[in-house]
Every structure is written in structure tokens, then in C-alpha cells.
């Protein structure tokens, strides 16, 4: 029996996508997500609130046309799959962090709109952005901790 791994989230970007690239020249971006849920509670007949928010971490041609499309505060759809993953600190603590891999996405359309650019692929089917292939492993920033 395959197990099922997918999520769809709405919700408003919380920061820019930040986009990096791994020593072997893949994007990456990340950017965080704050997804609203709003409902009537019917004993004190008033509405409610409670917003969650993702990590959201998206590899490729994706990453990079996250980072090319939406800004901090944007109303996006992103369909991907839950990942946990763990990392050491500078200071040696162990952590573990549960993200969002985004397969697909965009700017959501209920409230906006949006112009379509197509981007030209090259004749092997990937993105005209070619990776100089090796490692997919992310150059860490000495100032920050992954995301």
C-alpha cells in the first residue's frame, strides 16, 4: 500500500522568497507561508481566528520563479509535500523542522490578477537555467542558520 503525502495551502506570503543556490548551481527558495482560518463560534455568535505558518522550501525552476513572482504579503497556492528534516547549530543543538516541499504554485487569483510569462525550456525538457550538475547541497551563510 503507497502512502499519500500531499498538502495544498492558501495563505499570504510572510517574507521575499530568499533564493540561493547549492554549490552545484540548483536555486532553491524559501519563504514562509501564514495560512488564516476564520469561523462563526455559535455560543458567543462572534467570528474567530487562528493563522498557521509553514516553512515553505521550493527547488529549481520553481524556486527561482517563486522568487521572480511573488513578494512578502502576496496571496499564493502551493501544492508540495510535508518533509522533516533535522540540522545541527553553530552552538551544536539538534533541530528538526517540518517544511513544506512545494511541487507546484502561484499567486492565487480570488482577490488578484495576474499576467502569465511563459519561460522558453531548452530541447531536454528542463528549464533553460542549467545546473552544472554535483551536489545539491545548499552553501550555508555564515550569518544565518538553514532554513
Same mark, same amino acid.
Given at each position: 500500500?503507497?502512502? !499519500?503525502?500531499?498538502? &495544498? ?12 543556490? &547549492? ?10 507561508? %501564514? ?31 517563486? %522568487? ?7 496571496? %499564493? ?20 523542522? &517540518? ?44 550569518? !544565518?542558520?538553514?532554513?
Amino acid at each position: 500500500m503507497a502512502s !499519500e503525502n500531499n498538502v &495544498t495551502l492558501v495563505g499570504n506570503l510572510t517574507k521575499d522568497p530568499d533564493l540561493r543556490y &547549492t554549490t552545484g548551481g540548483r536555486g532553491v527558495a524559501s519563504f514562509g507561508l %501564514a495560512v488564516n482560518r476564520r469561523w462563526m463560534n455559535k455560543q458567543s455568535n462572534e467570528w474567530e481566528e487562528q493563522t498557521s505558518f509553514f516553512n515553505i522550501v521550493a527547488w529549481g525552476d520553481l524556486g527561482e520563479n517563486f %522568487a521572480a513572482s511573488l513578494v512578502k504579503g502576496s496571496r %499564493a497556492i502551493i501544492t508540495g509535500r510535508l518533509e522533516q528534516r533535522s540540522y545541527e547549530t553553530k552552538e551544536g543543538e539538534k533541530r528538526n523542522v &517540518t517544511e513544506v516541499v512545494a511541487d507546484d504554485g502561484g499567486p492565487s487569483l480570488r482577490w488578484a490578477q495576474a499576467q502569465v510569462e511563459k519561460i522558453e525550456r531548452d530541447s531536454g525538457g528542463s528549464g533553460s537555467r542549467q545546473s552544472s550538475g554535483g551536489s545539491d547541497r545548499l552553501a550555508p551563510r555564515e550569518d !544565518e542558520e538553514p532554513f
